[in-house]
């Protein structure tokens, strides 16, 4: 049975994450350097990049890795493993002062969702942390989950963020991680994101691939266009491309203060829709206006 939520887990607003980077929960010398990196969030991560039999020291050593990724005021989020005993260990371990989401590989079903949830909201009782605190990003690697996107994305209000993932889905379904096979399910991740009132997070193309800069910053570009909000990195090279990419440009910004310099105008003739330039400006294109500039003041 789905318990009650609170208001204050539905009230929390959506972060600001242009880039989130993987570190290796194991690694001493990347946990010590991940917060200067630059990026919005650190996923600490205890799934795939974490050998098995390390994984518990991983977690013994995870409230001394948040305090020390989140020197710079970076959302700190752990990656759990998404076997039943492992999921267990990972939640009594995250779910601690400091840290504001999980990252739940593999997320097939809301129902799923539901059920991490329930354990995160007990152990936030039992240790007198704000309840509905630590949000979700779901990832979504298998075909089947795509059959479902609306559900899992608004399962619980602790959902916060849906992203795909690439290399796993592509595996999923016998193909390689390239951009005619993963287009449509990025914009299947993104159209149920964004009608949930998630982040959509991603681009189209393989994740691992952070060596060709110029290629990345290009897909990084395209996927704002689309209408991601930010992206996933595994190579602290990517993060100051991400953050570039998912922050509006100063062509950008010179469009949005010139259509809301005349919205302003307009509102004084008694006009919702106007002239700018030539192009018809209408409710729709201020609102993006807005959002702009809103994005360029939130960096």
């Given at each position: 049975m789905r318990k009650t939520v609170p208001a204050v887990e539905s009230a929390m607003s959506v972060p600001r994450w242009r880039s989130l980077l993987f570190v290796p929960a194991h690694v001493p010398r990347f946990v010590e350097t991940a917060h200067e990196r630059g990026a919005d969030g650190i996923i600490l991560d205890l799934e795939d990049s974490v050998p098995e039999d390390q994984k518990g020291e991983a977690r013994r050593q995870l409230p001394e890795s948040v305090a020390k990724v989140r020197r710079k005021g970076a959302s700190v989020l752990v990656r759990v493993n998404r076997g039943l005993r492992a999921l267990a260990a990972d939640l009594d371990a995250a779910v601690i002062s400091g840290v504001d989401a999980l990252v739940l590989p593999k997320t097939d079903s809301a129902e799923w969702v539901l059920e991490i949830a329930?354990?995160?909201?007990?152990?936030?009782?039992?240790?007198?942390?704000?309840?509905?605190?630590?949000?979700?990003?779901?990832?979504?690697?298998?075909?089947?989950?795509?059959?479902?996107?609306?559900?899992?994305?608004?399962?619980?209000?602790?959902?916060?963020?849906?992203?795909?993932?690439p290399e796993d889905f592509s595996a999923a379904v016998g193909g390689a991680p390239e951009f005619d096979l993963l287009l449509t399910p990025n914009l299947s991740v993104l159209f149920a994101a964004r009608a949930a009132g998630l982040l959509p997070l991603g681009f189209v193309g393989s994740i691992g691939e952070f060596s060709d800069t110029h290629k990345l910053r290009e897909a990084a570009v395209r996927a704002r266009r689309l209408g991601f909000a930010g992206a996933l990195a595994i190579h602290p090279t990517q993060v100051a491309i991400f953050n570039e990419a998912f922050s509006p440009n100063a062509q950008e910004l010179e469009w949005a203060n010139r259509v809301v310099a005349a919205e302003n105008d307009a509102a004084m003739r008694g006009l919702a829709a106007f002239s700018l330039n030539g192009k018809m400006i209408d409710p729709p294109v201020v609102r993006r206006a807005h959002e702009i500039l809103a994005l360029a003041s939130n960096n």
């Open positions: 329930n354990a995160v909201s007990d152990l936030e009782q039992e240790r007198n942390l704000v309840h509905g605190s630590i949000r979700f990003l779901a990832q979504i690697e298998t075909p089947g989950a795509l059959q479902r996107l609306a559900a899992i994305a608004s399962a619980h209000p602790r959902m916060v963020a849906m992203a795909l993932g």
